[in-house]
């Protein structure tokens, strides 16, 4: 489903959409429109805890001060800068 909007739509343009609409969670911008997103299957979810789980792993064994996430941009959020 592609969300209809008057012209093309800028990344900051989209960015700022997605910041007051809770659905922009699942949608994406291609080519100046916002267009759905498909729903996740099980074995895209099983992939991404495999993947946290060895993030935590690793965090854990190097002592890093560090949280993995599934469902943020960024995997990985460190709690303390490293040297």
Do not use: C
Request: charged share 30%.
């Amino acid at each position: 489903m592609t969300i209809a909007v008057r012209g093309a739509l800028t990344v900051d343009d989209y960015l700022a959409w997605a910041a007051v609409h809770p659905e922009a969670r699942r949608t994406e911008l291609i080519n100046g429109q916002i267009v759905s997103m498909s729903p996740e299957q099980l074995q895209h979810n099983r992939l991404k805890k495999r993947i946290v789980n060895a993030l935590e792993r690793e965090i854990e064994r190097t002592g890093i001060e560090a949280e993995a996430f599934t469902e943020r941009r960024n995997a990985l959020r460190l709690l303390r800068p490293t040297r």
